[in-house]
Each structure stands twice: as structure tokens, then as C-alpha cells.
T-cell receptor
Framework: ETGVTQTPRHLVMGMTNKKSLKCEQH?????MYWYKQSAKKPLELMFV???????ENNSVPSRFSPECPNSSHLFLHLHTLQPEDSALYLC??????????????FGPGTRLTVT | GQQVMQIPQYQHVQEGEDFTTYCNSS?????IQWYKQRPGGHPVFLIQ?????EVKKQKRLTFQFGEAKKNSSLHITATQTTDVGTYFC??????????????FGQGTILTVHP
């Protein structure tokens, strides 16, 4: 499946580094999402964008900074992360944010390790 | 805030046995979705249920949404090794003001022994 792509697939960074995760969807969707998946914890919604406007910020620390320049691209800028931020970061997209219409398509994820 | 609990956390079955995972929400849901994540993979959408008491089938998979729209179940008949993975339910709070916000259960990890 290549509907939603994410780069890089793996990232190791130190706590003082700055890096960015990239997500691109090729499905013509209007909504994009960032999720965090940690071991033994439910998927945690981080951010929701609808038509490039942030509609949900789920109490995420400011060291995570999202950017949605257009409806096909989503970035997650990372800086001064903590070891507990190590996780799989998943990007998803959906046709819209209306509940009847937002079957979500996930990308393969970026496995982030903070050292 | 809304909580979605899923049980069991793990299930080991012999190939051919049935499997059921249950999902319970602390609040009434507007809809519930089910996803499957293969080992090393990403969640893949299976189905969405919207109506109270709704039952949907996909081959060997049967999905139910409770009458009160607070619980749901996924039942797999005669499991196969290809059914291995983690099954997640995800629901949206019917009373919530935020849209596009799914709350995921912690998932049930299914292993199938041949």
C-alpha cells in the first residue's frame, strides 16, 4: 500500500537534536493525523488537521511541533526530546473529519529512538 | 475523558478455534471502528459501525455494536494463521465537541498456533 507514505522509517536522535518527520498522502484526503504508538499503550492521537487547519491538539508537549503546508503533506518537527518519546509515530489521513466519513488510512510509521 | 477498554489483552488460539475481542467505552459513542495491525505493520481499517445494535459480517469476521452504543465486539470464526495481529477498536464520543478524534482501545494481540 502506498496511499500514505512516511519518511524516515527509522530515526535515532539525541535529546538535543532537531529532526522532522514527513508524511505524504496520495489519496486526495482532506484530513491528516499524527498518532504516537508506545509499547503496551493505546494509540494516542496527537494532532488533527482538516484542510490544513489544526482542529485538535491533544495536550501534546511543545517539543512536538506539527506543520501542514497543504492537504497532502504533514510534518512533525521534533526538538529536545526525552527518552520516553521513543515510540512509533504514525501518520493517517481520511476523507474528512466528519465521523461518518473518516475511515483512517495509516502510513507505515517512523520508529523513533531518543538516546 | 473518554476511555475505551478492550479485553482480553492477549489471546492464544489453535488454528480453527474461534476468537472474540470485546470493547467497552466509558461514554456513548457516535460510531466505532475496528482496525487490524499485523506484527511490524501499521493499523489497517476493517469496518465502521454506526447504528445501535448493528451487526456486520466480513467473511469469517462478525462485528457487533451494542444497543446502548457503549460496547462492541469482533468475533472471528475458525481462525487461520493469517488472522495473527493486534485488533483495535476505536470510537468517537457522541457527546464530544471535537471531531475527527478517535479514542483507541489498547488492542487484543491474537496469536494462532498451527
Amino acid at each position: 500500500e502506498t496511499g500514505v507514505t512516511q519518511t524516515p522509517r527509522h530515526l535515532v536522535m539525541g535529546m538535543t537534536n532537531k529532526k522532522s518527520l514527513k508524511c505524504e498522502q496520495h489519496l486526495g484526503h482532506n484530513a491528516m493525523y499524527w498518532y504516537k504508538q508506545s509499547a503496551k499503550k493505546p494509540l494516542e492521537l496527537m494532532f488533527v488537521y482538516s484542510l490544513e487547519e489544526r482542529v485538535e491538539n491533544n495536550s501534546v508537549p511543545s517539543r512536538f511541533s506539527p506543520e501542514c503546508p497543504n492537504s497532502s503533506h504533514l510534518f512533525l518537527h521534533l526538538h529536545t526530546l526525552q527518552p520516553e518519546d521513543s515510540a512509533l509515530y504514525l501518520c493517517a489521513s481520511s476523507s474528512s473529519v466528519a465521523f461518518w466519513d473518516y475511515e483512517q488510512y495509516f502510513g507505515p510509521g517512523t520508529r523513533l529512538t531518543v538516546t | 475523558g473518554q476511555q475505551v477498554m478492550q479485553i482480553p489483552q492477549y489471546q492464544h488460539v489453535q488454528e480453527g478455534e474461534d476468537f472474540t475481542t470485546y470493547c467497552n467505552s466509558s461514554t456513548t459513542l457516535s460510531n466505532i471502528q475496528w482496525y487490524k495491525q499485523r506484527p511490524g505493520g501499521h493499523p489497517v481499517f476493517l469496518i465502521q459501525l454506526v447504528k445501535s445494535g448493528e451487526v456486520k459480517k466480513q467473511k469469517r469476521l462478525t462485528f457487533q455494536f451494542g444497543e446502548a452504543k457503549k460496547n462492541s465486539s469482533l468475533h472471528i470464526t475458525a481462525t487461520q494463521t493469517t488472522d495473527v495481529g493486534t485488533y483495535f477498536c476505536a470510537g468517537q464520543d457522541a457527546g464530544g465537541t471535537s471531531y475527527g478524534k478517535l479514542t483507541f482501545g489498547q488492542g487484543t494481540i491474537l496469536t494462532v498456533h498451527p
